[in-house]
């Protein structure tokens, strides 16, 4: 199964100083939808004004793709299993850190779905689980990075 994904990244420079590096770090991601995403750095790694605080950094959206590709397994697997999945949130976040060889990571990404279960079927603490181990197992893009996924459901 060998799909092409593809965006189409821009950034302009514009006036700014280039070469003093005092330029912004705004840019676009396009995707074959034609959904344009306003995109920066992170102002953690390249201070305000020349990162844009209220585009997505790349280290949010590798955090959000984790959760997002984890989540839409999870549906599936809890719809093959017969569980009405009414609603599903996830706070995750990712941790910076350093690997063995001292490069700066996301280390850590940790998912905190809080799930809600319609109809008379409802699994308890260890089945949510089994559900959640099974969409980690799947996740084509879980199954791709090397850093650490922990995942602490919450029922309601």
């Given at each position: ?31 074959d939808g034609g959904v344009v995403v306003p995109a920066s750095s992170s ?114």
């Amino acid at each position: 199964m060998a799909h092409l994904h593809t965006a189409l990244i821009r950034w302009n420079a514009g006036g700014d100083d280039f070469l003093g590096k005092r330029y912004s770090r705004a840019h676009t991601w396009t995707f074959d939808g034609g959904v344009v995403v306003p995109a920066s750095s992170s102002p953690h790694v390249v201070p305000l004004p020349m990162s844009d605080a209220s585009a997505v950094d790349p280290e949010e959206a590798f955090v959000a793709s984790l959760s997002s590709c984890h989540m839409l397994w999870f549906l599936d697997i809890a719809s093959r299993a017969g569980y009405a999945v009414r609603s599903y949130e996830d706070a995750a976040d990712g941790r910076m850190g350093r690997n063995a060889a001292g490069k700066l990571v996301v280390d850590v990404v940790t998912l905190r779905p809080r799930t809600r279960f319609a109809g008379a079927r409802m699994p308890d603490a260890a089945a949510l689980a089994a559900l959640h181990h099974e969409a980690h197992e799947e996740c084509f893009l879980a199954n791709s990075v090397r850093c650490e996924i922990r995942c602490e459901p919450v029922l309601e």
